[in-house]
């Protein structure tokens, strides 16, 4: 099968050899076995990375988006300040997060083929470039040409989570819009691999459903893409939900105990993954969580488009009935105090506060996770 929704929906994948054992690993067990899941874990993790964390940033472009998604502040019908950045801004904040040591950045837009538009992307590929040597994106689902000239733009790196996947709960939290599409969603990690992006990243939103039943299809969809998309590095993530515009409530929430048995058991399964942790969590946690098996990690986060730089001067504006209605400057949660977030972050240490505990641990921040360079000189032929 060549598709990882056919392979999906055979339900072959339950079978496989790889979600067999992460099945093993994260069944219930005593704290004796966790503990020893974890030093194998961090074991691993050394070895294959060494003592190194890949920091990066996420640089909002807009938050417009014509999906309902039931847990996402950005949800088209919220009544939420918007706004869509233009690429000089774009470039401004690139600036902001270069000075601040990044060398990676990951630019992230609600999906609204209008204001997002593909060669609106492109612009802001290139404005980042311009300053940041790494940028990846994390923006709605695209076609394999839209995907080409992104990665002809300089990006490397395409991350989409498919948030659950349990098909019920999905139809059931995406009400309206194009991301009802399960299965297109599914297939684009490979349309972004086959597009020529060198990292790709999948994951799924913890807090929807059953998450041992999310891990394994996590797990069964990272082993496919090893498999078929083996010229890509994948990394994984798991966040779990935060508070945000709309109120929604996890319906299952993950422990912190929980979480660390997710985490070991897929870098025990998968030792040269990419796990991701973002700022979701707080800071205690993530101090310990480096130590287990994360590579590359947020820090210094803003979830609101120009909240680098821009959140004073910014023109927003609210949707009503779809159009947009422009918000004056005195109008309480009006104008002047930016566009609305996208989710609370937990952990609100500055990028340089991050990078000093993460040496303090003994690990070496990495502010630059790809060099376009090292892949040239590793191209057949050259
Ligand atoms: S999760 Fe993504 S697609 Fe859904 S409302 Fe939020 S920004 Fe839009």
């Given at each position: 099968m060549d598709k990882f929704s056919e392979y999906f929906v055979s339900?072959?994948?339950?079978?496989s050899a790889a979600v067999r054992e992460v099945a093993r690993l994260m069944a219930p067990c005593d704290d004796v076995r966790l503990e020893e899941m974890a030093r194998q874990a961090r074991a691993l993790t050394l070895r294959h990375f060494g003592k190194t964390m890949r920091l990066f940033a996420p640089l909002y472009l807009?938050?417009?988006?014509v999906n309902i998604c039931q847990?996402?502040?950005?949800?088209?019908?919220?009544?939420i300040l918007r706004t869509t950045l233009t690429p000089e801004q774009v470039g401004s904040e690139a600036e902001y997060l270069a000075a601040r040591g990044f060398r990676s950045v990951l630019l992230v837009a609600g999906e609204h083929?209008?204001?997002?538009s593909a060669d609106y992307v492109v612009d802001c590929i290139a404005r980042t470039r311009a300053c940041v040597p790494s940028v990846s994106l994390e923006i709605g689902p695209a076609e394999e040409p839209d995907y080409r000239s992104f990665t002809e733009a300089g990006a490397d790196g395409l991350i989409v989570y498919?948030?659950?996947?349990?098909t019920e709960v999905y139809e059931r939290l995406h009400?309206?819009?194009?991301?009802?599409?399960f299965h297109w969603r599914l297939d684009c990690p490979q349309r972004a691999a086959n597009g020529g992006f060198k990292r790709v990243g999948i994951g799924a939103l913890l807090g929807l459903t059953d998450w041992r039943q999310e891990v394994l299809a996590l797990a069964a969809h990272a082993d496919f893409l090893m498999r078929v998309c083996w010229k890509s590095f994948l990394t994984v993530s798991f966040p779990r939900l935060r508070p945000a515009a709309g109120g929604f409530q996890p319906e299952a929430p993950v422990s912190d105990r929980d979480f660390v048995q997710i985490l070991c058991a897929l870098r025990l399964v998968f030792p040269q993954i990419g796990l991701v942790l973002s700022t979701r969590e707080p800071a205690a946690l993530r101090d310990r969580l480096f130590q287990l098996g994360i590579t590359h990690t947020s820090a210094?986060?803003?979830?609101?488009?120009?909240?680098?730089?821009q959140k004073d001067t910014l023109a927003v504006h609210k949707r009503v009935a779809g159009k947009a209605v422009p918000v004056i400057?005195?109008?309480?949660?009006?104008?002047?105090?930016g566009a609305t977030e996208q989710f609370a972050i937990?952990?609100?240490?500055?990028a340089e506060e991050v990078s000093e505990a993460l040496k303090l641990l003994g690990y070496d921040p990495v502010w630059?996770?790809?060099d376009a360079a090292l892949a040239q000189a590793n191209s057949p032929g050259i």
């Amino acid at each position: 099968m060549d598709k990882f929704s056919e392979y999906f929906v055979s339900g072959q994948w339950r079978d496989s050899a790889a979600v067999r054992e992460v099945a093993r690993l994260m069944a219930p067990c005593d704290d004796v076995r966790l503990e020893e899941m974890a030093r194998q874990a961090r074991a691993l993790t050394l070895r294959h990375f060494g003592k190194t964390m890949r920091l990066f940033a996420p640089l909002y472009l807009s938050n417009e988006c014509v999906n309902i998604c039931q847990y996402c502040g950005f949800s088209r019908t919220n009544p939420i300040l918007r706004t869509t950045l233009t690429p000089e801004q774009v470039g401004s904040e690139a600036e902001y997060l270069a000075a601040r040591g990044f060398r990676s950045v990951l630019l992230v837009a609600g999906e609204h083929p209008k204001f997002v538009s593909a060669d609106y992307v492109v612009d802001c590929i290139a404005r980042t470039r311009a300053c940041v040597p790494s940028v990846s994106l994390e923006i709605g689902p695209a076609e394999e040409p839209d995907y080409r000239s992104f990665t002809e733009a300089g990006a490397d790196g395409l991350i989409v989570y498919q948030e659950t996947y349990c098909t019920e709960v999905y139809e059931r939290l995406h009400t309206s819009g194009p991301k009802r599409d399960f299965h297109w969603r599914l297939d684009c990690p490979q349309r972004a691999a086959n597009g020529g992006f060198k990292r790709v990243g999948i994951g799924a939103l913890l807090g929807l459903t059953d998450w041992r039943q999310e891990v394994l299809a996590l797990a069964a969809h990272a082993d496919f893409l090893m498999r078929v998309c083996w010229k890509s590095f994948l990394t994984v993530s798991f966040p779990r939900l935060r508070p945000a515009a709309g109120g929604f409530q996890p319906e299952a929430p993950v422990s912190d105990r929980d979480f660390v048995q997710i985490l070991c058991a897929l870098r025990l399964v998968f030792p040269q993954i990419g796990l991701v942790l973002s700022t979701r969590e707080p800071a205690a946690l993530r101090d310990r969580l480096f130590q287990l098996g994360i590579t590359h990690t947020s820090a210094g986060v803003r979830t609101d488009p120009g909240g680098y730089t821009q959140k004073d001067t910014l023109a927003v504006h609210k949707r009503v009935a779809g159009k947009a209605v422009p918000v004056i400057a005195s109008e309480e949660g009006g104008a002047g105090e930016g566009a609305t977030e996208q989710f609370a972050i937990a952990d609100g240490r500055s990028a340089e506060e991050v990078s000093e505990a993460l040496k303090l641990l003994g690990y070496d921040p990495v502010w630059k996770d790809w060099d376009a360079a090292l892949a040239q000189a590793n191209s057949p032929g050259i």
